[in-house]
């Protein structure tokens, strides 16, 4: 199993890039998982007192599960990876049934802030817009698709998303095997991974 871990700050594009790069790929072969499904469960707390959490720090994440269901997918076994709900600040009930495939891409802004879960990855990618432009591409997907407003989204880029991405996400970059530039689409870079993806498929 070849396992891609992109990284890159929240609005840089991961998810788009992603996209792109398994459009094409047989599904059969490709899988995704989000470091957003990874999100602790905080279910014990109000949704007042989750609104309040620093989602940009390493230690909202699970890490150990994450960890865990990556080595249970190199040993060829299904997960059950979790849903998590950006509107309720939780995890669901819910979960996918996901099975390994030939080639794993991890995607998430801390995935490459911890150690173990970096070391996994055979191949590291940073996607890099600069942070104006993630901050308007945050604006635009939080109001219309994650049930913010205008002050809530910035009141949180002051607060957390800015010093945090300069503490841990940013830092990251230097771990990266290849940096792609995506203030613009940037269908070369695309087609780049695509053809490391294919020569593993092949
Ligand atoms: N290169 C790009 N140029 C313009 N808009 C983009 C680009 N890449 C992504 N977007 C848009 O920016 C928003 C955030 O992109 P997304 O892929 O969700 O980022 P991330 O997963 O890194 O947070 C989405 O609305 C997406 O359509
Ligand atoms: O409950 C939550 C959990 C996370 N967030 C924000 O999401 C981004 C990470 O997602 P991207 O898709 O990479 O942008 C992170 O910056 C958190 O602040 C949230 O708003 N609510």
């Known amino acids: 199993m070849l396992i891609i871990g992109i990284a890159g700050g929240t609005g840089c594009g991961k998810t788009t890039v992603v996209n792109q790069i398994i459009n094409e790929l047989p599904n059969k072969e490709v899988g995704v998982i989000s470091q957003d499904s990874y999100y602790n469960d905080l279910s014990y707390l109000s949704y007042e007192e989750r609104s309040q959490i620093n989602f940009d720090h390493p230690r909202a ?14 040993h060829g076994n299904p997960i059950h990876q979790p849903v998590y709900s950006f509107v309720n ?12 495939r030939k080639v794993m891409i991890v995607e998430g802004i801390l995935i490459m802030t911890n150690p ?12 890099h817009a600069d942070s104006d432009e993630r901050l ?67």
């Open 61 to 74: 994440i699970d890490f150990e599960l994450l960890g865990n269901h990556l080595n249970e997918l190199k």
């Open 89 to 100: 600040h939780n995890r669901t009930k819910d979960t996918i049934l996901t099975h390994p």
């Open 116 to 127: 173990q879960i970096r070391e996994m990855f055979d191949i590291k990618i940073f996607v």
């Open 136 to 202: 308007i591409r945050r604006l635009k997907r939080d109001i219309n698709e994650r049930g913010r407003d205008l002050d809530e989204v910035l009141e949180r880029y002051q607060k957390t998303l800015k010093p945090m991405h300069n503490q841990f996400i940013e830092p990251t970059k230097e771990y990266a095997d290849i940096i792609i530039p995506n203030n613009k689409y940037n269908t070369v870079a695309v087609d780049i991974v695509r053809s490391i993806i294919n020569q593993k498929l092949a």
